[in-house]
């Protein structure tokens, strides 16, 4: 059974940082895709960043690049995101997925499992 767990949301203050996980079990972590995702109340869902379990190419939304960074630990199967110099606009709730192939569509958000989430709030 394949199981993606979010873990490391919280409430934070406009310029502090955060850092999410996503443990990744029954399912092959090395060389496959990992994203993360995000939805805020009345918006659609946003690609973040993704990347491949065990290194490679990463990929970011506009939006994160330079504040933002994807990393990976292979033998934890995990991956993570570094947020830093959060803003109120990155309140929402972040999913990781996974699938086989990032590519140049990954933002699309067309991935095969998902994580159930963890809440993100940036305060003003």
């Known amino acids: 059974q394949v199981q993606l767990m979010e873990s490391g949301g919280g409430s934070v203050q406009t310029g502090e940082s955060l850092r999410l996980s996503c443990v990744v079990s029954?399912?092959?972590?090395?060389?496959?895709?990992v994203g993360w995702f995000r939805q805020a109340p009345g918006k659609e869902r946003e690609g973040v960043a993704a990347?491949?379990?065990?290194?490679?190419?990463?990929y970011y939304a506009d939006s994160v690049k330079g504040r933002f960074a994807i990393m990976h630990d292979e033998p934890k199967s995990t991956m993570y995101l570094q947020m830093n110099n959060l803003q109120p606009g990155d309140t929402a709730m972040y999913y990781c997925?996974?699938?086989?192939?990032?590519?140049?569509?990954?933002?699309?958000?067309?991935?095969?499992?998902w994580g159930q989430g963890t809440q993100v709030t940036v305060l003003a």
């Open positions: 997925a996974a699938r086989s192939v990032c590519g140049s569509t990954w933002y699309k958000g067309d991935f095969d499992y």
């Open positions: 029954g399912y092959k972590f090395y060389g496959n895709c």
């Open positions: 990347a491949y379990g065990g290194g490679g190419s990463t």
